[in-house]
């Protein structure tokens, strides 16, 4: 079996050596000239400013796109209306194609039937 006195000698011996480079961390960030820290931060707000021209320069390529995909959206709508329309259209004048051509068949139709009709008569007309 292990000796519990030797885990938390451990544990503290761990925990004093991390106190020790914390503190090591700490008093060599204290010791930073401050014209290298004037530079550190100009780099920075330099670095941000770069991120906020392109998250911009982003935003604005982003609302382009969504400009250009609704403007594509209605010419869409509109050449389907007007499709709609055209095909309306034919289908129209095909209805009345159809029917003047029913009426034409019908009026032959009658034309025939009068001539059998006239010649029947005129066959008649001479035995009678």
């Known amino acids: 079996m292990s000796d519990p006195n030797n885990f938390n000698d451990r544990m503290e011996a761990a925990e004093k050596a991390k106190r020790a480079m914390l503190e090591k961390f700490r ?10 820290e004037a530079k550190r931060i100009e780099e920075a707000k330099a670095r941000d400013a770069k991120r906020a021209a392109a998250e ?7 609302a382009a796109e969504k400009e250009e995909r609704i403007l594509a959206a209605q010419l869409k709508e509109e050449a389907e209306a007007a499709e709609i329309v055209r095909l309306a ?3 129209e004048q095909k209805r009345l194609a159809d029917i003047e051509a029913e009426e034409i068949r019908t009026f032959e139709l009658k034309a025939r039937r009068d001539l059998k009709y006239a010649a029947r008569k005129a066959r008649q007309g001479g035995k009678r």
């Open 27 to 36: 008093s060599k960030a204290a010791a930073v000239d401050p014209a290298i």
């Open 56 to 62: 911009e320069k982003r935003r604005a390529r982003v």
């Open 89 to 91: 259209a034919e289908a």
